[in-house]
T-cell receptor, first 115, second 109 residues
Framework: DTGVSQDPRHKITKRGQNVTFRCDPI?????LYWYRQTLGQGPEFLTY????????KSRLLSDRFSAERPKGSFSTLEIQRTEQGDSAMYLC?????????????FGEGSRLTVL | QQPVQSPQAVILREGEDAVINCSSS?????VHWYRQKHGEAPVFLMI?????EQKGHEKISASFNEKKQQSSLYLTASQLSYSGTYFC??????????FGQGTELSVKP
């Protein structure tokens, strides 16, 4: 098992451009989470999926952020019209859970820099 | 909704003990603890469930007071490898895990 993988690891973009991140979870895991983390802060919840269903999302995702998990396997997080404040590490995590959340396995993250 | 951790930072000598606290304003299904080293992803340490069940690390223990919505992480006989930022994650409803702002722990020789 190769763990949770994220791509790209680093992305530099200009303000106003769209960016997309991909996450491949551990294969047998049914839950997938997206978090955003800035320096010195804890991971900020963005959204999570159980299989292909998006069960909850933060208010942030109602604006320029959107996430999908089309077949219940990999997931994408898209940010439209990026702003400098979007610069952060975007973390993906997966777990094998049905009710209460079990151990989260994190990927190495995708670092976004908006110029 | 974000849990509050205290202290924000701790400096220890090897072999000393530390306690990190996590407090939530909401009733909780579970509390998770993770450690993140600089430049790395968070790594799971422990989960505490309603009813007292614990799953996790051999050398690190924790408590969960369901009535007070509080958890504490106990690090005993600290080692250099314990250095990092510790996050509690609280689960107010099944599935969504919210992390605190973190406690930075530095263990010196």
């Amino acid at each position: 098992d190769t763990g949770v993988s994220q791509d790209p690891r680093h992305k530099i973009t200009k303000r106003g451009q769209n960016v997309t991140f991909r996450c491949d979870p551990i294969s047998e895991h049914n839950r997938l989470y997206w978090y955003r983390q800035t320096l010195g802060q804890g991971p900020e919840f963005l959204t999570y999926f159980q299989n292909e269903a998006q069960l909850e999302k933060s208010r942030l995702l109602s604006d320029r952020f959107s996430a999908e998990r089309p077949k219940g396997s990999f997931s994408t997080l898209e940010i439209q019209r990026t702003e400098q404040g979007d610069s952060a590490m975007y973390l993906c995590a997966s777990s094998s859970s049905t009710g209460i959340t079990g151990e989260l396995f994190f990927g190495e993250g995708s670092r976004l820099t908006v110029l | 909704q974000q849990p509050v951790q205290s202290p924000q930072a701790v400096i220890l000598r090897e072999g000393e003990d530390a306690v990190i606290n996590c407090s939530s304003s909401k009733a909780l299904y579970s509390v998770h603890w993770y450690r993140q080293k600089h430049g790395e992803a968070p790594v799971f340490l422990m989960i505490l469930l309603k009813g007292g069940e614990q799953k996790g690390h051999e050398k690190i223990s924790a408590s969960f007071n369901e009535k007070k919505q509080q958890s504490s992480l106990y690090l005993t006989a600290s080692q250099l490898s314990y250095s990092g930022t510790y996050f509690c994650g609280t689960e107010p409803s099944g599935g969504k895990l919210i992390f605190g702002q973190g406690t930075e722990l530095s263990v010196k020789p």
